[in-house]
């Protein structure tokens, strides 16, 4: 880490593996009063006095694994607390922190000796350790239970178990066993960084996730860090060069800032390898510089020069000035071609912004407010949490499927403009385009995020810009209904795919009345089916018509009820017909498996490709110019084309057929061993035979598959349908229609 602010607290040692001498020196009495006093004067001395002396004295001879007098441990937890400037009662709760675990001093001693309120932290602190070094999840879940109980009470008791986690992360090496190691780094990463961040502390967050990651994952950590000095001493000092130029354009423009760079994490770095997929190499931003200012002014001034000198790198800006992230953390990122052609990211903001980026959530009240109140809005992730956590059906359950992520229950992307939108874990572009407007969404045929196309079921991250393409006249698609999240996208879908089969319906049917009347030598006409709604509980013409199309009645009947007195011109001529079609047998392979009624002889038969009938559905037939009649099933969407060609539509349907159809099917398979087996397996028993198969989609939890199967008709594949949906291993399964 190269840091050219003085101001910086002392890194602590954040190579872990390098190996720690055990502190031959403890801090001293008046040098703990003397630290907590160059914050706050009015620091209540006597209070610290008397807790470092009980403390010394509870702890007496107790030995660390490290070798250390115990006392040495609340003595660095009670440090590291004062570096985050906090108030008196919290540096003395640090300092007894383990007292009443490890010693004979009892809470009422502590009561009696420093009244209730450093009690009642002790207390706090004390739970939590008592079941720290249970081991087993549904444990360590009433670990966190009880973490966020005490935290919703008092924040100061999270700041504590921090400080104390932290201390013992530092020290972690010294413990002999390597799988307590290993479950306490665990533990760390999953629940101790996490929050960490989530009030904001980005440096303890940093040093406990590296820890960690030096303890979980040594060879990972220690070659990023061997690339790091590689990179760092082939560009000889490029991070100094780079500040200097920075540092000299803000002086020719008459700006006072402070600069620091730096390298990005380790972990940070490897989590950025793990979540992009990609190598070393290909990671622009390693290094990171801050300018701090004095007013938010000049942040946007800042910002305007480096975008008027560099070329900025697309999609990397944000504002987290204007729309501060969820742990108040404020800052303008932006990216761009720096000095050297380096692809950096510069982080502008005030000095009081870089002491929340630091601190967090001490950095609002520290010394100042002795008793910080957690019923604000700023704490409201706790108490939301909080119950969460106390509603569970199974806190382990909870624990291992949830981990924080809780914590990051929402995710805040931006429009290309940079106006935010808020929406839940898991939203698409298509969730962004209808958060922005119902049109939008509607009409959006797809995404860029970060300058990038992307799949519109793509799920957005923190941050991410999103540009939505709109074409006019286009239309919702069902299969968005698969994976949108929001309320919004969801009814919106749902209502349009709704909408639009009844106007398919509506249209459908009334061209098959046409059709009707015109084979029949009836006028048609709208009024002639208007008294019929009621019979047909219908509630206008409209609805009749798609009645028909939908196949609850059936045209023949329609007609009949609206000319009772009618007497048919041409009786049907069944056997002919399919004489006609069989004839024509043998040209496709599809007309070979299933034979057709109502067909005009002479002609040949195909099967659409976009809806595959099935014996047993509700078909029509469509007169192809040159290519005979291809059958589609009336809700096949295609049969929009044909809408104002009732005169190509034809009125067929199935006659008896022994010989079996392809259906096909949308499938999605839980990601998992064996899975396809089952899936082959069910259709296999119920005597399905699959003609074709075709992944489509996978991701970590789901495989979507096209199967095509071989049946005698619809109810066959109805019920091999329903046996594939009884089984764990498939998600869902739809046939598909209309595509
Ligand atoms: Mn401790």
New binding site residues.
Partial sequence: MQSTDSNTPETPPSAPSAVQQPRMRLMRQYELVERVRAYDPDANEDLLNRAYVFSMQAHGSQIRASGDPFFS??LE?AGILTEMKLDSTTIATALL??TVEDTLVSLNDIQKQFGPNVARLVDGVTKL?RIELQTDQAKQAENFRKLVVAMSEDIRVLLIKLA?RL??MRTLHYLPEERKRRRIARETLDIYAPLAQRIGIEKMQEELEDLAFAELNPDARSSIVARLNFLRNEGGAIAQKILKELKTLLDENGIAADLEGREKAPYSIWRKMQRKNVGFEQLSDIMAFRIIVNSVDQCYQVLGIIHSHYHVIPGRFKDYISTPKPNQYQSLHTGIMGPELQRIEIQIRTKEMHEVAELGVAAHWGYKQAAPRTDGLQYRWLRELLDIVEHAQKPEEFLENTKLELFQDQVFCFTPKGDLIALPNGATPVDFAYAIHGRVGDACVGAKVNGRMVPLRTILKNGDQVEINTQKGSTPSAAWERFVVTGKAKSCVRRFVRMQQKTENIVLGKSMLEKLCKQEGVEFSEKAFEPLTQQFQSSSVDDLFASIGASVHQPREIFNAAFPDHKPKQPEKIAEKINAVRQKAASTRSLATATLKGLPPGMSVHYARCCHPLPGDPIVGIVATGRGITVHTRDCITLDTFVNQPERWIDVGWSDTIEPMVGRLDVVLVNQPNSLGQLTNIIGKNDGNIYNMKITNRTPEFVDIIVDVEVHDLNHLTIIIAALRASSAINSVERTKGR
């Fill in positions: 441990h609340p937890v922190h383990d350790s104390d201390h013992n």
